[in-house]
């Protein structure tokens, strides 16, 4: 037998080899598949389930939180919080919040603020921080230090209605209250925006169930439309005691 005819043979015998086999290949393929799709934990708070969490939306420098969401996880190791209570989630207005609990007395309340936080930073690690309480009730307070960073209120906004959707899609049942950005002396020249950012909100949050605004600008102020200094620290961002009690004063009327 010639070479070429040999090689042809041959050809044609794998050939028809080949597509025996390919059903048979293809059948475990499709088998291993469903098996690993089986044994993966179908849990609705999967990174993978978020619109939110993908690689291009992480945000910069995430992980000088790590510390912040590591030491909640800890205290939840130690001290495991009641499913159910009430969440507050935010920047360092709600780490400041030291007697939470006394302002409500009766209330299960967690709190989960975490240093000069954003947005798209509180949401990011809202698997590891806010979804796994199974929280009856969200309350949010972010927005002040994005539009401080240049972010335009139209940018908060999208940040704030991602995050919002998500909490409604990952726990349906869950209220969520957003307390206005406030009206800091510090951050006086900014207040445009921040009203700019508390409209949009407030205006999308009349379309959305179970959820609610809560106006702390009015209340902060003095009869000449300035930040009271009374309620300021003196870094004029951060707040007094009394500052505090003019929050839970808006707020209790809201709370679950």
């Known amino acids: 037998m010639s070479y ?24 475990f393929l499709l088998a291993l598949l469903a098996f690993v799709f089986a044994c993966s934990p179908q849990i609705k708070n999967s ?24 030491a909640f996880e800890q205290q ?4 495991p919080p009641k499913k159910g209570s009430i969440l507050f989630v935010g920047s360092s207005s709600m780490v400041m919040w030291k007697d939470l609990d006394s302002y ?3 209330k299960f309340i967690i ?11 509180v949401h990011y690690y809202a698997f590891r921080m806010l979804f796994p309480y199974q929280p009856k009730q969200v309350v949010v307070y972010v927005g002040d230090n994005d539009v401080n960073a240049g972010k335009s209120p139209e940018k908060v906004f999208s940040d ?14 869950t209220k969520i209250t957003y307390i206005s950005i406030k ?29 609610s605004y809560v106006d702390i600008v009015k209340p902060m102020l003095l009869g000449n439309g300035r930040p009271n200094p009374a309620y300021f620290l003196s870094d004029s961002l951060h707040m007094t005691p009394a500052g505090y009690d003019v929050w839970a004063k808006a707020l209790a009327p809201h709370l679950e």
């Open 4 to 27: 070429k005819l040999y090689k042809l043979e041959f050809s044609t015998y794998t050939m028809k080899r080949l597509n025996l086999i390919k059903p048979i290949v293809g059948s």
């Open 183 to 211: 009206p800091s002396p510090s951050r006086w020249a900014l207040m445009d925006k921040f009203t700019k950012t508390n409209t949009l909100v407030e205006n999308y949050l009349e379309t959305v169930s179970n959820s």
């Open 111 to 121: 709190n989960r603020g975490f240093g000069g936080s954003q947005t798209d930073e």
């Open 104 to 106: 409500f007395p009766g």
């Open 76 to 79: 939840d190791k130690e001290n």
């Open 47 to 70: 990174k993978a389930n978020s619109k939110f969490n993908t690689v291009q939306n992480i945000p910069q420098d995430i992980e000088k939180w790590e510390k912040s969401i590591a």
């Open 160 to 173: 704030l209605k991602d995050f919002f959707e998500d909490i409604r899609y990952q726990l349906p049942k």
